[in-house]
């Protein structure tokens, strides 16, 4: 069997058809394209779609049939290992390496960040309860973490990775908190200081191992994607010593269905470098004996819906774009948003909000949804 | 500074005083107390409390106190070492010996537990919302569980160890479900029969480990105290093996904040022999691989409550049972159900309902209170 026949049989395995009509199918452009899947496994996929060798109807759709039928473990490249040892054998997120994410990825350009994400500038999973409407959404996000994290007025909150200040403009907006925050994007940084001015709301262009002082609460939100497997457990203790007592920590994070130590090739290449998912055990493994765990809520499904409203503004805005970033990008950038909505569809990923405390609130934590 | 003091300066601590008014506050009858404290930790703080060497003026709240000021780790025993030791080299819950419990504990006189326990036979936690009554609130928590899993009409359940038929009564009375159910004591498994006559539930005397056959949803109900650490991977593989792709599994069990491998001495020795309690980074990682976690609830302040009515049902009906047990069985009642009362309040120790889908449910699990 020649390797075209290899990879359409595998493609059949999770009913997608090249040349077929269906939203899930693709058609291939160009013929080295069954070879290189075989020879480059997931960053080969990754590579030759941006190259423009193959298209699909539907890409979301694409990678929903693909993770549902597993494909992501038959097409797991070789390089994988490589990534394993190395992330092994080197701290990849200390804290030099962690500005290289920062530059990469978040530095773009903040308008452009601004019409795929909304007047919330909200860069994590939506909470889609009760509405169609992204910005509604993403206020929904917003207000479900100062309800869980149980917000009252003139309370510290320690926010560890905040992006453009979305989460710390809403809880001193309205909620009456005060907000510490720390990020080591630069852009980010100073957009969310504009933003948050004449708000109690102190951003700092600092490692979130850094904090210091003692906050009510503490929230960290999509930080966990980046930070490396090696540092789940630091995470947990920088948000340990810095929550009160009676405290709560809220962690937003994606999940991953089983314990990994390096993240997926072509987004570590091309999305974000040094990233990966942690799993239930990693995370509860770094919780042990710091944190009580009140509430895990897993709405994974929602952030299909996010990823989808950011392509759909992206493509709504094309053309202003057209000059700034090329035909490449383009196709990079839906590759990115479309990959993971098919794979938070397909329950491969997930997206979890851990409430902790740490000695467990006396009368118990009631769950708020 | 003598015994008396050191073990008095701890109690201060903990704001219990002896002799006092207030209602955590204990009485020493006896003063080999202290002695017996610091040489056999939690074991003989239990066993002079059987033999009347003190009393608290409220059991349950002098625990509380206890547990929040951590006590517990203070007065552990040195036993604790050996068993841990022994725990590592047997397995302490092989199928022999588990029948230990089931002897012990399960099959003492079933109209006892009629009478502690309420119409539904339920000796796990019940769900107090809404309700101030020990029967409606077990009701509360058998529909809760029913909802959790998303039973309907028709659906195939089994249940891995099943007390006296309480749930598969109630599942198949009220949702229309049949039932299999496993459960190694004699007794129990003769007054379930009887109980569940005439309804589609098959109750049969044998080792969870044995369940074979495919079912729509699996419940495991306090069962995974019993199992031991050894175990917990076990446990998830059976229902990993025996629900359908795209079924649901609930774990509901008490649960510790840390992870450890072995149960407390005084309740191994009088109580459950072999039991222990897991934390979350236990069943997390006994999941990992196998489980796609959907949903985790912990309402451990409902075991309080739970504990407390228990032991007034115990008061309520004492005259009854002078002859049958005496006031040594008493008392190690009393300190059983209420020092639990205290650490469920004190947040030592929680209670969890798990729910896992095997691959994760296509448009996500909408969460059930």
Redesign the interface.
């Known amino acids: 069997m020649n390797r075209q026949h290899v990879v359409q049989a595998l493609l059949e395995k999770a009913h997608v058809h090249v040349n077929g009509s269906q939203p899930g199918d693709i058609q291939v452009h160009h013929d080295r394209f069954y070879d290189r899947i075989l020879t480059e496994g997931s960053l080969g996929l990754g590579e030759s779609y941006i190259e423009g060798w193959w298209d699909a109807n539907q890409l979301d759709e694409f990678f929903f049939k693909f993770h549902l039928a597993q494909l992501d473990k038959a097409v797991r490249d070789k390089r994988l290992i490589l990534n394993a040892l190395k992330a092994r054998l080197f701290n990849m997120q200390n804290q030099r390496r962690s500005t290289r994410v920062a530059h990469q990825h978040y530095d773009l350009s903040n308008e452009f960040y601004e019409q795929m994400l909304g007047p919330h500038m909200q860069y994590t999973c939506a909470y889609w309860r009760g509405t169609k409407d992204l910005a509604e959404a993403q206020e929904h996000k917003l207000d479900l973490i100062c309800r869980k994290l149980q917000l009252k007025k003139g309370e510290r909150i320690l926010e560890l990775g905040c992006g453009w200040g979305g989460f710390a403009h809403f809880a001193a907006s309205n909620y009456g908190c005060s907000v510490v925050a720390y990020n080591i994007s630069e852009q980010q940084v100073a957009y969310a200081r504009r933003w948050c001015a004449g708000l109690p709301v102190d951003i700092r262009l600092m490692d979130y191992r850094e904090a210091t002082g003692e906050f009510d609460k503490v929230a960290a939100i999509g930080i966990c994607e980046h930070v490396g497997y090696k540092n789940y457990r630091t995470l947990m203790e920088v948000a340990h010593r810095t929550v009160k007592p009676h405290g709560l920590f809220l962690l937003h994070s994606i999940g991953n269905?089983?314990?990994v130590t390096t993240g997926d090739p072509w987004f570590d290449k091309y999305i974000f470098p040094g990233g990966m998912l942690p799993?239930?055990?990693q995370?509860?493994?770094a919780?042990?004996?710091l944190f009580?765990?009140?509430?895990?809520?897993?709405?994974?499904?929602?952030y299909d819906r996010t990823l989808l409203a950011w392509q759909s503004n992206v493509d709504e805005h094309r053309r202003q774009w057209q000059s700034t970033f090329d035909e490449r990008f383009s196709r990079m950038w839906r590759y990115y948003l479309l990959s993971l909505a098919g794979a938070f569809?397909?329950?491969?990923i997930?997206l979890w909000q851990i409430v902790m405390?740490k000695?467990?609130?006396?009368?118990?934590?009631e769950?708020v949804?």
Chains 1, 2 share one sequence.
Do not use: C, K, Q
């Open positions: 269905n089983a314990s799993s239930v055990a995370l509860s493994a919780m042990d004996g009580v765990m009140e509430d895990w809520h897993n709405f994974g499904p929602d569809r397909a329950r491969t997930h405390s000695r467990g609130l006396i009368g118990g934590y769950t949804r």
